[in-house]
């Protein structure tokens, strides 16, 4: 288990610092949120005047929103990095060697959370600018970073897992295109869970994306339903670590191809 | 099984999907502290045959050791006593020579002042000590594969696994990297595997080889013992008419002294004891056959000629046969 830990951290750090080194990359993610928040945010202004829409102003109903949709999109396309580390031989080598096979995703996913924490702190920091109010305050801000994260983590472990499996950029490109819109919207992430069809609430109570929203949102309300909260945390959590498990088994599968 | 040999395979076999076969039955045994080349084609097994020995693969039967360890039982303990260069590299491009190096050295268990001082030591030593914190992504070819062997070498392996080491290198690059890899056996004791699909590569490197093909082991011993089995000189004629091959060969049946004719295209090869003495009567064999000759030459039996014996087949053109 320590190995596991300390061979997660080597990996991390290993991640991190080659992100550092591509200022493009870092402009694109950090500025990407921004943007949808400022559009979506002018798109759907007039939400906020539907009769029964609860929220006073949009933004303060988006913000969450475009949180958790960060945090979903990094995730869903961090499998393209597998792809480059298994074409250039990286994992080959990684493979041959002792290193613990949870340590190869673990690290993609700590990395994942970090850059999705930072992300979220400026898509909240942008909000509040634009007058978003959060009643839950700190604490509620908390809960939907961590929620994002956790969800980031979990769709990047089956990306991950996916690559592995799929060996091709293409795959991973279409596979990420193909799910990821759809299960946004397939939320209450821009439009209130009352407002929107019968079978879209439906479907969106198996969605983790929903279960990240409702997570987030509740828990910035002025008096959250903590036990709500926590039940979505806790499937995050759960989902999180079947995905982890799921990528880590796509390593025998991948050796069992080659 | 032995139990001295730094690496023994037996039987082993495995196939892709239905029906495409990579080993059936390959088997060799190599003696510790020697370098020992799989030379084959592309497409013959040697990468397979690698990455079984190295637990990135599995066959599909057959049995392996490497230092004595079961490659199928105890993959973790075979992982720690072999490096692997491997065929695509390996390097993080995006990470300098250093950090390549320690993150490699980290997976091993190497630490702090221990860890600092090896890969400060390899850096000097393969020549990349100025490039040390520069991004491997601007290293030229011969740097990366160089820092490749630093990074299979960092926790000093008891079997080193070269998978192509020099395929898509410059000859000139090509040759120092022979020097470098000459010297590590001699050196360090290593026991190095080499898979190659250069004749000369093996002949100049390998003390003993096998050539594979078609996921067998076909011949095995050292270059000159291979070389010596062949009778005699060879004689390669080429034909200025393509569509010579069978009055080639049924023309050269009448000659005395001349065996093992074989006809590709346009190139015949055939075995003499003499050579000198033989090339005016095979010239004019030929040339009563009324096929015409653009070229002949004599040599001393090269490791293609033993190819050719063991599979019936050239060399030089299965390999331009893959590649196209």
Redesign the interface.
């Known amino acids: 288990m320590s190995a596991t830990l300390t061979?997660s951290w080597?990996m991390t750090t290993?991640h991190l610092?080659?992100l550092a080194?591509?200022p493009w990359w870092i402009a694109i993610t950090l500025v990407q949120p921004v943007i949808w928040l400022l559009l979506f945010g002018a798109v759907f202004k007039a939400t906020a005047d539907i009769p029964g829409f609860a929220a006073d102003s949009y933004i303060d109903y988006l913000t969450p929103g475009i949180v958790v949709m960060t945090g979903a999109f990094a995730g869903g396309w961090a499998g393209m990095g597998v792809i480059e580390?298994l074409?250039?031989?990286?994992i080959?080598?990684?493979?041959?060697?002792?290193?613990a096979r949870q340590a190869l995703i673990t690290g993609r996913l700590v990395q994942l959370a970090i850059v999705s924490l930072i992300q979220s702190a400026i898509v909240i920091t942008l909000g509040l600018i634009a007058g978003a109010r959060f009643p839950g305050g700190a604490t509620g801000l908390a809960v939907l970073v961590v929620s994002s994260a956790l969800l980031g983590a979990s769709l990047g472990a089956l990306s991950n897992g996916m690559a592995l499996l799929a060996r091709k950029e293409e795959t991973v490109i279409a596979a990420s295109n193909f799910v990821l819109l759809p299960l946004t919207f397939l939320s209450s992430a821009f439009m209130q869970r009352d407002l929107v069809p019968g079978w879209i609430q439906t479907i969106s109570r198996y969605n983790p994306v929903e279960w990240t929203v409702t997570a987030g949102r509740e828990a910035l309300t002025a008096q959250p339903d903590w036990g709500l909260v926590l039940s979505r945390l806790g499937l995050l959590v759960a989902l999180t670590m079947v995905c982890t498990w799921l990528a880590t088994r796509a390593f025998r599968t991948y050796?069992?191809?080659? | 099984m032995r139990t001295s040999a730094a690496i023994e395979a037996r039987d082993l076999t495995k196939t892709y999907g239905k029906d495409v076969r990579a080993l059936d039955g390959l088997g060799f045994v190599v003696e510790a502290g020697t370098v020992f080349g799989l030379l084959g084609p592309n497409g013959a097994g040697k990468s397979t045959t690698v990455k079984i020995l190295t637990t990135l693969s599995l066959p599909d039967s057959g049995q392996a050791r490497v230092a004595g360890i079961d490659v199928l039982a105890e993959p973790d303990r075979v992982r720690r006593t072999i490096g692997l260069v491997g065929q695509r590299s390996g390097v993080d491009l995006e990470a300098t020579g250093r950090e390549n190096l320690t993150l490699q050295g980290q997976v091993y268990g190497l630490r702090g002042a221990e860890l600092r001082s090896r890969v400060g030591e390899l850096l000097g030593r393969f020549g990349l000590a100025d490039a040390a914190d520069r991004v491997a992504r601007g290293y030229s070819g011969g740097m990366q594969r160089r820092l490749d062997i630093a990074m299979g070498l960092i926790h000093r392996p008891q079997v080193l696994f070269l998978d192509e080491p020099t395929t898509g290198l410059d000859p000139e690059v090509r040759a120092g990297m022979w020097a470098e890899i000459a010297h590590l056996s001699a050196a360090e004791g290593l026991t190095i595997l080499l898979t190659t699909h250069y004749l000369e590569e093996a002949d100049r490197l390998a003390g003993r080889l096998a050539i594979v093909d078609r996921g067998r082991v076909v011949a095995e011993g050292s270059p000159n013992e291979l070389k010596g089995e062949l009778r005699g000189d060879a004689i390669h004629v080429e034909l200025g008419d393509p569509e010579a091959d069978g009055r080639a060969a049924g023309a050269l049946d009448r000659v005395p002294g001349i065996w093992e004719v074989a006809v590709e295209g346009r190139s015949l090869r055939a075995r003499t004891g003499d050579g000198s003495a033989a090339v005016p009567a095979v010239l004019q064999a030929l040339e009563a056959g009324g096929i015409r000759v653009a070229s002949v030459t004599i040599a001393r039996p090269s490791l293609d000629d033993v190819y050719l014996r063991h599979t019936g087949r050239s060399f030089t053109r299965v390999a331009e046969e893959v590649s196209r």
Do not use: E
């Open positions: 061979h080597f290993r610092r080659n080194r591509q580390d074409n250039r031989g990286v080959d080598r990684f493979l041959v060697s002792p290193v050796q069992r191809t080659i």
